[in-house]
């Protein structure tokens, strides 16, 4: 059990504090000239975050349970501080007192990726290591609404003249709403709908989506690493929304995993 702990703890961590860092660095670069202050204070946590990725990678599966426990805790506190931070900056923008070159939907949005990775971090030192069907409900929405946003963002950062792949990204943006609107309808059918045979057609249905999200990300990606495509989309921005989707992926794949171990022990 300690172990898993570790493992689990490690992994979300190593992925969790890379996609922070970038949040920085990302938010960094909508800042514009004048605003000093908030550049300084990005850049304090692209530090804090890359310091956190750097510790984590010298942790081990075999490291102290207690030790590990404690770091989550860290990275909790660090996380709760950049989400203060991004919150902020959405404040600022909507309250017009400042214009930057990010999206307030995209503020939002890692925001809530902070804000998920927080409730991460408390729920593994509670013990809770395995995907509950709540959880599983839950985090299909959360993940949903991210793919949506990527499909926008992406739409909307691309060169006006690159009219087949915005008419792509708008149809992944169309298709992910409705699989969202699906989520949240099934959200409100509980307990009823925490059927493993339910849960898992909700996974299967979600799956071909992201994959051919993925997919899409991923060429994306490739073209603009070759300077063949037409954007303002930085080279990290796409990697970074192609290991978003990866993680989707696999975190389907456990949760489905999960499904299956429950229904076998309902069976003996």
Known sequence: MSNLFVERSLEEIRFWSRIMKEHALFLRLGFTVDQPKLVQEADHFYNVFENIEERAAAFTSDSDREQIARFNMEVYQ?????????????????????????YPLLVDHVSREAAYFMNRLEQLNKGILEPLPDAIINENVFFLRLMA????????????SERNLIADANDFSYQFDQLLFQAVDLESMR??????????????????????????????????????????IHPLLADHTFREANRFLEL?????????????????
Not at 149 to 160: G, N, R, S, T, V
Not at 252 to 268: P, V
């Open 252 to 268: 389907l794949d456990r949760f489905e995993a999960s499904l299956t171990a429950g229904s076998n022990s309902l069976l003996k």
């Open 78 to 102: 660090a996380t709760t501080h950049i989400w203060a931070f991004k919150r902020k900056v959405l404040g600022l923008i909507l309250s017009c007192q400042i214009i930057t070159n990010n």
């Open 191 to 232: 307990p009823e709908s925490q059927t493993g045979p339910m849960l898992t057609r909700f996974i299967e249905e979600n799956r071909p989506a992201v994959q051919s999200l993925r997919d899409f990300k991923q060429t994306a990606r490739e073209l603009i690493e070759e300077c063949r495509l037409r954007s303002n």
């Open 149 to 160: 946003d990527h499909a926008k963002f992406i739409a909307h950062l691309l060169d006006p």
